[in-house]
């Protein structure tokens, strides 16, 4: 994060001195010169930002729905509330102006279930258990919006046979780890991926 | 002293009898759009009239003690946080993917017995579900779950 964060700086920097010739005394040489290196070995980069505008739009919120998973993972509530406090503000934030009409329906639709889900999932810093129920829909929400938008990154779908007496129930993670969100410490590696998404 | 808080307090009660909360009541008495649309049979129906619908749809059958402040505010604030959560009045209007949401919430607070309300039981004692009467309504909502 905080070299990315040190890339974006950089990358203004190098944006602002090719306007103004006055900056060059302000900026950092070296690493002007190594941001234009860097540059240079990926030269797709600034070419494809648009083309992956859509998909890049969730990478927040699947980075909270992740730490709501691992949170629940590790039996812990709280942090689940908190990453489902930050999941809920991230899919507010989302983007929606690269969005043809069906997307927009789609998202509208994904989006209300999700604040909802993330909402109780909040509000229920003492009660995991239900918690979990939230997760489950949230976990189905998830999995739709990266069939319909694409998440641009590769995906498990990991299934939990086990979980709602049997009945099972999956979640999304980055990598084939298992990590089970719905029995926490008490069945961790219970879980099988399922499919790969893309 | 206490005289004068005591006469203090008999007037606020008296003054805020004159604030009532807006009754929650549309003149429908039963949600028509969830029933066109779930088709529920009337055993499902009276169930829910009588233990859901005071609080999650458009209509409210009061007691009387309603007009009694603070505890109809206290009722009509109940009455909001339970339609924001559920209404049976707007259901059909809901996509399928919301509806199953609803639906699958409706059955976990049931088969939890986390609804009805404790509170809501207390006053209303025919309100409670029995086990034949949680499971009806349980495979009434999972029934109407759209897997699609």
């Known amino acids: 994060m905080k070299l990315l964060f040190i890339g974006v700086a950089a990358a203004s920097a190098i944006l602002f001195s090719a306007c103004n010739s006055n900056a060059d005394k302000t900026t950092d040489h070296s690493a002007m010169q190594h941001e234009m290196d860097t540059m240079k070995d990926m030269p797709m980069n600034s070419g494809s930002t648009s083309n992956n505008a859509t998909t890049s739009k969730f990478t927040e919120v699947f980075a909270h729905y992740q730490h709501l998973t691992f949170a629940l993972a590790n039996d812990d509530s709280k942090e689940a509330a908190n990453g489902a406090k930050s999941m809920g503000e991230a899919i507010a934030k989302v983007d929606k102006s690269g969005f043809t009409a069906d997307q927009q329906k789609s998202y509208a639709d994904l989006e209300a279930d999700m604040k909802e889900h993330?909402?109780?999932?909040?509000g229920n810093a003492n009660n995991i258990e239900h918690q979990r129920e939230h997760l489950e829909t949230l976990s189905k929400d998830m999995y739709d919006l990266t069939k319909t938008f694409g998440i641009g990154k590769p995906m498990y779908k990991i299934f939990c046979p086990m979980y709602n007496n049997d009945k099972g129930a999956y979640w999304l993670a980055e990598t084939k780890e298992v990590k089970n969100p719905y029995f926490g410490q008490k069945m961790l590696t219970c879980g099988e991926v399922q499919e790969e998404l893309k | 002293m206490v005289k004068r808080i005591l006469i203090g307090f008999v007037l606020t009660i008296i003054v805020i009898q004159f604030i009532q909360p807006?009754?929650?009541?549309?003149?429908?008495?039963?949600?028509?759009?969830?029933?066109?649309?779930?088709?529920?049979?009337?055993?499902?129906?009276?169930?829910?009239?009588?233990?859901?619908?005071?609080?999650?749809?458009?209509?409210?059958?009061?007691?009387?003690?309603?007009?009694?402040?603070?505890?109809?505010?206290?009722?009509?604030?109940?009455?909001?946080?339970?339609?924001?959560?559920?209404?049976?009045?707007?259901?059909?209007?809901?996509?399928?993917?919301?509806?199953?949401?609803?639906?699958?919430?409706?059955?976990?607070?049931?088969?939890?017995?986390?609804?009805?309300?404790?509170?809501?039981?207390?006053?209303?004692?025919?309100?409670?579900?029995?086990?034949?009467?949680?499971?009806?309504?349980?495979?009434?909502?999972?029934?109407?779950?759209?897997?699609?």
């Not at chain 2, 809501?120 to 009806?136: G, S």
């Open chain 1, 118 to 122: 993330t909402e109780h999932i909040t």
């Open chain 2, 22 to 148: 807006a009754r929650n009541s549309t003149g429908q008495v039963v949600p028509q759009s969830f029933i066109d649309t779930f088709l529920p049979n009337d055993t499902v129906l009276n169930l829910l009239s009588n233990s859901c619908f005071d609080c999650h749809s458009n209509n409210t059958k009061y007691p009387w003690y309603t007009n009694v402040q603070p505890i109809g505010w206290l009722m009509a604030n109940h009455i909001n946080d339970g339609k924001k959560e559920l209404n049976f009045n707007e259901l059909a209007a809901l996509s399928t993917r919301r509806r199953n949401s609803k639906f699958k919430s409706i059955s976990q607070q049931i088969e939890q017995a986390k609804m009805p309300l404790k509170s809501y039981l207390f006053i209303h004692r025919n309100a409670a579900l029995n086990e034949a009467d949680k499971k009806l309504l349980i495979n009434f909502f999972q029934s109407k779950i759209n897997n699609n």
